[in-house]
């Protein structure tokens, strides 16, 4: 799988389409064609047992709700360490827990405007992150 910064997640035609999508610069969650329940990122299964879902396009731009400056981060964070995470709530309402580059942390206020960019690693992988805008 070639999406993130490691190995969490199996191969599947499903993460696939996530992928393909996030390199063209979209941001696709799912949902459920039972209860309507909207997952981002997406998952292929609902928390009401249905697994007929939907794709949906998500908003990319949002504000930030909450952030943590990681200095103790997982082995394969280390090399990027410090770093910002930051929970966001998109312009649909969906929320969204990301990497927030282009910005120090003092100069942080939640609320502040945020948007969702695609990126691919030095390993050729693709992650998601927030940038300030
Ligand atoms: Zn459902």
New binding site residues.
């Given amino acids: 799988m070639k999406f993130g910064y490691v190995s969490w997640l199996p191969e599947t035609d499903f993460m696939a389409r996530f992928v393909e999508e996030l390199e063209k610069n979209k941001l696709m969650g799912t949902r ?6 909207r997952y981002l990122p997406p998952r292929a299964h ?5 697994v ?1 879902m939907e794709w949906f396009e998500a908003s990319r731009k949002g504000k930030i709700l909450a952030y943590t400056l990681v200095t103790f981060p997982p082995e394969s964070m280390s090399k990027n360490s410090p770093y910002i995470m930051a929970v966001a709530e998109l312009e649909d309402g969906l929320r969204l827990l990301a990497q927030l580059t282009g910005v120090a942390v003092k100069n942080l206020k939640i609320g502040m405007s945020v948007r969702v960019t695609s990126h691919r690693t030095p390993e050729s992988r693709v992650v998601y992150r927030f940038e300030t805008s």
């Fill in positions: 459920c064609k039972g209860c309507g329940a609902c928390r009401c047992g249905s007929e």
